[in-house]
Each structure stands twice: as C-alpha cells, then as structure tokens.
C-alpha cells in the first residue's frame, strides 16, 4: 500500500509551537485549541510583517529540530514499514527547511522516509530541479491508497484519486470544514489511524 503522510501536525506538533511563540513575539493570546483557521494570519490576527516574521522564527532548524512528535506518530508509520507498506512525506514546508526536516525524522527513527515538499500553499520559494521540490505535476503521476492530512488547504490535491482513503487528523482548524466525499473521516489520532488503515 502506498500512503501519504503530512509532515506539520500530523507528526509533529507545529501549531502548538506557533501559539507560545506568536505571544512571544506579539503578545498575541491565542491558545492551540482556539487556532480556528489554517491560516496562521488569519487565526493570530497578524499583519504581513508579523505574519513574515512569525514563519521565519517558527522554520529556524533549531527550532524546527524541536519541535515535539504527535503521539504515536512514529511507532505506527514504523510499523507500517515493517508490513512492507510504502510510506511518503509530502509536505508544504519550503524547500529552505530541507535539512532540518531531513534530521528531524532522522532522529525520530523515520530515515527510511521519502520526504518531499509540495508546493501546498501557494508559497514562492520553491526551486526548479530540487529533488526535494516536488512539482505538481510529478505528484499527480504518484498513486496512494491512503493519506494522513489535516490541513482542508490541501485536500483539492487528492482530486486525481477517487478511490484515496484519507485520513484527517483531528485539529482545531478543521472541525467546521466539509469533507470532500465519503472516504475522508475524521481521526482523533493515532491509533484510530493505524485501525482504519487496516479495514
């Protein structure tokens, strides 16, 4: 089984580390279980240039390094591969946060990982030739039989297959958003992940 897994908040816990560091930076409050957008501006209230500041300090490799794993993340994808399943990292980060995401699945235990960045959002600093770069159209010539994702954003990428068990991991930014179809359901993490994978 091929199978799609989202890197932010799906294996690590990005957006509780945005809450703490947007108070940081800007006295913004807003709890992780009040984030009610994906989008960090939006949710935070920021201006552009808060908004380009809050990104550049939150995709720092030491910070990126640290960031804290979902639980459960890293034993179920492990044991995944030990099934014989194969498992890919498509994520929206920039290509600039290669390294460090290389590392930190390195640490995890997760070297044996593809890892690509897909141009999810919209963002410009993405480079042409990058074997980490992954452009659309060579995404859409890759088959899966199942995804792990949380982001609504990044749903209209699996329009090209029907038949995609997809798997959205519960978040707060997701609670109020339509499913595409009869395939997607919601997980509170997981655990419940791994028991659909396997129906």
Aim: hydrophobic fraction near 35%; charge should be negative; aromatic fraction near 16%.
């Amino acid at each position: 089984m091929n199978i799609y897994v989202d890197f932010d908040d799906c294996l690590c816990e990005t957006a509780r580390y945005f809450s703490v560091l947007v108070k940081e930076l800007f006295g913004v409050n807003v709890p992780y279980e009040k984030i009610k957008y994906f989008n960090l501006q939006k949710s935070f209230s920021l201006t552009d240039e808060q908004y380009d500041e809050l990104m550049i300090k939150g995709h720092v490799p030491e910070v990126l390094l640290a960031y804290e794993e979902t639980p459960g993340a890293v034993q179920t994808i492990n044991s995944w591969i030990d099934k014989g399943h194969n498992v890919k990292i498509i994520t929206g980060r920039p290509v600039s946060t290669y390294d460090a995401s290389r590392e930190w699945l390195n640490r995890h235990g997760l070297n044996q990982l593809e890892l690509y960045s897909l141009n999810k959002y919209g963002r410009d600093n993405f480079l042409k030739g990058s074997s980490f770069n992954l452009e659309l159209e060579d995404f859409y010539k890759m088959h899966f039989d199942a995804a792990v994702e949380d982001s609504p954003s990044a749903f209209k990428f699996f329009d090209y297959l029907p038949d995609l068990k997809v798997m959205v991991f519960d978040r707060p930014w997701n609670q109020e958003c339509e499913f595409p179809g009869k395939n997607y359901r919601r997980c509170s993490g997981w655990r419940e992940i791994d028991g659909l994978l396997e129906k």
